[in-house]
């Protein structure tokens, strides 16, 4: 259903509010450049601190500007399963093509909470969702088992998987086989993880090389698998670089660099630190980005 290099933008700020302007200007920079489908309110996103209006609002906004160009997929995922159940409800008004929903955080369900939590939002809602499993950030693992469980559920029909590990990745294919499609939840596992079967990436990078991460998946999906290697090993330092504070930071900050949006975060979030923004300059420098 989904395929290819499919960015979770970034939520441009401008003195605490959302910037339209820019976020319309990012979506437009994104479909100029080959990105194949945009998340919306994914953690990049900074999901968690937009309100519910404010949430809805970016998911419209991305739409809207899009027009029917590429999917629209938006991250709908709560600690609160009836939260999550009434975002995918509204996302699903809005029109988007399917919704993203992480693993409920803080609360540290078991293996049989998960299955039912994303059981009755599938039950729900009638609308194509992408489980998305990032333990470093919620303190869960949906382990292969449960995701092979759930792999049977018609709405259920794809994995963001950004544990980091190719093993569990590739335990979540074996297991699942056609059921559900995988996709790379991190930049520098991506064509490894395409190797074994996954589906594309939902990326960071993108963010600021959109083009470069589309023609990654566009070259393996052509069959092209030397220049989709390279490729892959050609962005991996700054897809690390993406990574050396707390994401949205370091992209957001990228983006400013290059003078596409502010760097403003929210709290608890901050700013990046001198010594690290110096880092990511001089590595944005060797690809020419600013």
Same mark, same amino acid.
């Given at each position: 259903?989904?395929?290819?290099?499919?960015?979770?933008?970034?939520?441009?700020?401008?003195?605490?509010?959302?910037?339209?302007?820019?976020?319309?200007?990012?979506?437009?920079?994104?479909?100029?450049?080959?990105?194949?489908?945009?998340?919306?309110?994914?953690?990049?996103?900074?999901?968690?601190?937009?309100?519910?209006?404010?949430?809805?609002?970016?998911?419209?906004?991305?739409?809207?500007?899009?027009?029917?160009?590429?999917?629209?997929?938006?991250?709908?995922?709560?600690?609160?399963?009836?939260?999550?159940?009434?975002?995918?409800?509204?996302?699903?008004?809005?029109?988007?093509?399917?919704?993203?929903?992480?693993?409920?955080?803080?609360?540290?369900?078991?293996?049989?909470?998960?299955?039912?939590?994303?059981?009755?939002?599938?039950?729900?809602?009638?609308?194509?969702?992408?489980?998305?499993?990032?333990?470093?950030?919620?303190?869960?693992?949906?382990?292969?088992?449960?995701?092979?469980?759930?792999?049977?559920?018609?709405?259920?029909?794809?994995?963001?998987?950004?544990?980091?590990?190719?093993?569990?990745?590739?335990?979540?294919?074996?297991?699942?086989?056609?059921?559900?499609?995988?996709?790379?939840?991190?930049?520098?596992?991506?064509?490894?993880?395409?190797?074994?079967?996954?589906?594309?990436?939902?990326?960071?990078?993108?963010?600021?090389?959109?083009?470069?991460?589309?023609?990654?998946?566009?070259?393996?999906?052509?069959?092209?698998?030397?220049?989709?290697?390279? @490729?892959? @090993?050609?962005?991996?330092?700054?897809?690390?670089?993406?990574?050396?504070?707390?994401?949205?930071?370091?992209?957001?900050?990228?983006?400013?660099?290059?003078?596409?949006?502010?760097?403003?975060?929210? @709290?608890? @979030?901050?700013?990046?630190?001198?010594?690290?923004?110096?880092?990511?300059?001089?590595?944005?420098?060797?690809?020419?980005?600013?």
């Amino acid at each position: 259903m989904f395929k290819g290099s499919i960015v979770a933008i970034v939520t441009p700020f401008n003195n605490g509010t959302v910037d339209e302007k820019k976020l319309r200007e990012l979506v437009d920079f994104q479909i100029e450049n080959g990105t194949d489908a945009i998340v919306a309110c994914g953690t990049t996103g900074e999901s968690s601190t937009l309100d519910n209006e404010e949430h809805l609002n970016v998911i419209k906004i991305v739409f809207d500007q899009a027009k029917g160009r590429v999917p629209v997929i938006a991250g709908t995922g709560s600690n609160s399963t009836a939260e999550a159940i009434h975002l995918t409800r509204e996302a699903k008004a809005i029109g988007v093509a399917g919704v993203l929903l992480v693993t409920p955080y803080y609360n540290k369900p078991t293996q049989e909470g998960l299955y039912l939590h994303y059981t009755a939002i599938a039950d729900a809602v009638e609308i194509p969702q992408i489980l998305y499993n990032v333990p470093g950030r919620t303190g869960v693992n949906l382990l292969p088992e449960t995701v092979a469980r759930l792999a049977g559920h018609k709405n259920i029909v794809a994995i963001k998987e950004a544990t980091g590990s190719l093993q569990q990745a590739s335990e979540v294919m074996a297991l699942c086989g056609s059921q559900i499609d995988v996709f790379s939840g991190d930049d520098f596992i991506t064509f490894p993880m395409m190797a074994c079967g996954a589906k594309g990436v939902i990326s960071v990078t993108a963010n600021i090389m959109p083009k470069a991460i589309g023609d990654l998946t566009d070259a393996f999906f052509a069959g092209d698998l030397e220049k989709a290697r390279q @490729l892959h @090993l050609d962005t991996l330092k700054i897809s690390n670089a993406m990574f050396i504070e707390s994401n949205p930071v370091p992209v957001k900050t990228a983006l400013a660099l290059m003078g596409k949006c502010s760097d403003e975060v929210r @709290l608890p @979030l901050a700013p990046m630190s001198e010594a690290n923004k110096a880092k990511l300059a001089a590595i944005m420098k060797e690809y020419k980005l600013i």
